[in-house]
T-cell receptor
Framework: EPEVTQTPSHQVTQMGQEVILRCVPISNHLYFYWYRQILGQKVEFLVSFYNNEISEKSEIFDDQFSVERPDGSNFTLKIRSTKLEDSAMYFC???????????FGDGTRLSIL | QKEVEQNSGPLSVPEGAIASLNCTYSDRGSQSFFWYRQYSGKSPELIMFIYSNGDKEDGRFTAQLNKASQYVSLLIRDSQPSDSATYLCAVTGGNKLVFGAGTILRVKS
């Protein structure tokens, strides 16, 4: 069964450094998402992406965050200057047409020191 | 603010029993409703989805939706120890998913 893949599985970064999280969505999917989950808390929406542009973003997704689909297969989340509070699991999800469910990758655990 | 509320649990049931998990949501405009299972440290795994009022069955799982009451539930029949996990209710708000905090289910053998 097709799956969403995320790399790396764990990223440790110094505060203030830039980090790029990578995702390969399911190949025929059109909608792409990033969510995050701080330890012990809810899964929170960050951003949705369709037709090569952001379709919706949350209050969390401020100017430090950006997303890109550079080559038609990868979907990346960049955090420009990381903060301690950015430490969380980051999940990529993709979705086909219509009301199809979103499928999640295994996540990247981001640890900011 | 669109909210999804779940009892955090833990809900403890004996092996072989029926586990009943509940969820309420605030946005009457929500169209699609999902149950995800999440093991500790892992990603959400889709269990069931439902779009219309009523029941939807898939194997040991039944999702129930009542839009008038803004209520979604998940029944797990013949519960197994491997069903022990956190169950996340999620509803659509536009295209994005709005998640509840999850209910911890413990199935005791």
């Amino acid at each position: 069964e097709p799956e969403v893949t995320q790399t790396p599985s764990h990223q440790v970064t110094q505060m203030g450094q830039e980090v790029i999280l990578r995702c390969v969505p399911i190949s025929n999917h059109l909608y792409f998402y990033w969510y995050r989950q701080i330890l012990g808390q809810k899964v929170e929406f960050l951003v949705s992406f369709y037709n090569n542009e952001i379709s919706e973003k949350s209050e969390i997704f401020d100017d430090q965050f950006s997303v890109e689909r550079p080559d038609g297969s990868n979907f990346t989340l960049k955090i420009r200057s990381t903060k301690l509070e950015d430490s969380a699991m980051y999940f990529c999800a993709s979705q086909g047409l219509g009301n199809q469910p979103q499928h999640f990758g295994d996540g990247t655990r981001l640890s900011i020191l | 603010q669109k909210e999804v509320e779940q009892n955090s649990g833990p809900l403890s049931v004996p092996e072989g029993a029926i586990a009943s998990l509940n969820c309420t949501y605030s946005d009457r405009g929500s169209q699609s409703f999902f149950w995800y299972r999440q093991y500790s440290g892992k990603s959400p795994e889709l269990i069931m989805f439902i779009y219309s009022n009523g029941d939807k069955e898939d194997g040991r799982f039944t999702a129930q939706l009542n839009k008038a009451s803004q209520y979604v539930s998940l029944l797990i029949r013949d519960s197994q120890p491997s069903d022990s996990a956190t169950y996340l209710c999620a509803v659509t708000g536009g295209n994005k998913l709005v998640f509840g905090a999850g209910t911890i289910l413990r199935v005791k053998s």
